[in-house]
């Protein structure tokens, strides 16, 4: 310790200073508003500032933030336990009732859970249970895909320039475009499997046909490939229903949660049949290991967020809502709306544009963002416990921003 040379800060800093410091940024530009209390679809920060929550912490908090069940929940299950040993050793009732209300509440197929800290793992999961299954390494992704930010996640990110700089990825990954008749035409008997969100989030909310689905469905079976979705941000009711699968009448081999499914705690998991879940267990034994996957507090958290989910009847007002939104969006500047269920992708003209709308809602109390592949759409995925006069409310707000940059441009113009 003597030899460490440590330069302790003469002068206090302020928090901003401190997170700007000492808080591994790569964001060239992160909000950095201090928030100190969110409670259902609001948020205050530091100087009492209230804010509407229009992105749900990127799909998270679908039930709101803070639901007095799910701090119960969480309180209960520290005073009995936190951590205590690796993911799968002990029998922790936790994870063992979250895994059995949601596969209640899926295909018998899809009947064993792995979980783990975050979507990137669950996505790690997946790739390597449907290589070990299938004994082959070919895989198929899309262009505009995201499925995570680690090594293996990145490899069937859909877009060069965040890859890149990573190289060398994972090899026999192949990247077609969400829709193609091309896709379906890659899948073969090399093919390990196939990855693709059941809604496309970071392009800017696009959804598939259901012709497609169901066509990569029986390409995957033609070649005994697993099929992998991604519902880690289409999950938990966004979209109009519990997953969105369910509305295209196709069932997936491998399903990939995480997001909401934590209930505002970490927390992923992949999700297949006991069948093809065992050959993790052989070959090597330990085929995926995690410490803190499956966290019991996390465990207790997604419990009883989903239980409140289920209970709720927010699910079914969700297409409703959606309506509502794509009524009140209207304005020249908006170019398309985009959306499935409680998630809307408002097209602009320019990146530059649309960040200054969101610098703009922001000013006025309404937290959104961009989309990763689509920076010129504005992401809106509130909590599905959004109220009408709030949905009528943050939309003024989008539409008034509009007016006064669009007065402001003329004025300058002219
Ligand atoms: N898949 C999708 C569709 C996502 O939106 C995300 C995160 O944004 C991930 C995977 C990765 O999840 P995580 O950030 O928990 O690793």
Redesign the pocket.
């Known amino acids: 310790m003597s030899s460490v040379n440590r330069h302790p800060s003469v002068h206090p800093m302020t928090n901003r200073q401190l997170f700007l410091s000492h808080i591994a940024q790569t964001s060239p530009s992160p909000i950095a508003i201090e928030m100190v209390k969110a409670q259902g679809i609001k948020m205050w920060d530091a100087d009492g500032k209230e804010y509407i929550d229009l992105i749900a912490g990127?799909s998270v908090a679908n039930i709101g933030h803070s639901h007095p069940k799910v701090i119960d929940a969480v309180k209960e299950q520290v005073e009995k336990y936190m951590h205590l040993i690796v993911y799968g050793e002990f029998i922790e009732t936790p994870q063992v009732s979250y895994a059995k209300l949601l596969t209640d509440h899926l295909p018998k197929t899809l009947n064993s859970v792995y979980f783990t800290n975050?979507?990137?793992e669950a996505?790690e999961g997946a790739m390597k249970l449907a290589k070990r299954v299938t004994g082959r390494s070919k895989i198929i992704a899309f262009n505009k895909a995201?499925?995570?930010?680690t090594q293996g996640a990145l490899s069937v990110m859909g877009d060069e320039y965040w890859r890149n700089s990573f190289r060398p990825l994972l090899p026999d990954v192949y990247h077609l475009d969400y829709g193609s008749d091309e896709a379906i035409e890659t899948i073969d008997s090399d093919t390990a499997c196939v990855i693709v969100?059941t809604v496309q989030?970071?392009s800017g909310v696009n959804k598939p046909s259901r012709e497609w689905l169901a066509s990569l469905r029986k390409q995957c079976d033609k070649h005994c490939n697993l099929l992998i979705f991604?519902e880690?941000?289409a999950g938990f009711g966004r979209t109009g229903s519990l997953w969105a699968f369910e509305q295209f009448n196709v069932v997936p081999d491998i399903l990939l949660l995480?997001?909401a499914l934590g209930g505002g705690m970490p927390l992923?998991a992949f999700i297949a049949d006991k069948k093809l879940m065992k050959t993790l267990s052989n070959n090597p034994v330990l085929g995926h290991i995690t410490t803190f996957g499956g966290h019991p507090v996390s465990c207790a958290a997604g419990k009883a967020a989903l239980e409140v989910l289920l209970e709720s009847g927010w699910i079914a007002e969700v297409k409703y809502k959606e309506k509502l939104f794509i009524q009140y969006l209207k304005h020249e500047k908006i170019k398309a709306v985009r959306s499935a269920g409680l998630w809307l992708a408002v097209e602009f003209e320019s990146f530059e544009f649309c960040k200054a709308v969101i610098d703009k809602c922001i000013e006025k109390g309404v937290i959104t963002d961009w989309f990763l592949f689509a920076p010129n759409c504005l992401r809106i995925a509130p909590p599905l416990t959004i109220k009408e006069e709030e949905i009528k409310h943050v939309c003024n707000i989008i539409v008034s921003s509009l007016e006064e940059m669009t007065v402001k441009r003329n004025s300058i113009s002219t």
């Open positions: 990127f975050s979507g990137a996505t995201y499925h995570g930010s969100e989030a970071e991604d880690i941000q995480g997001k992923g």
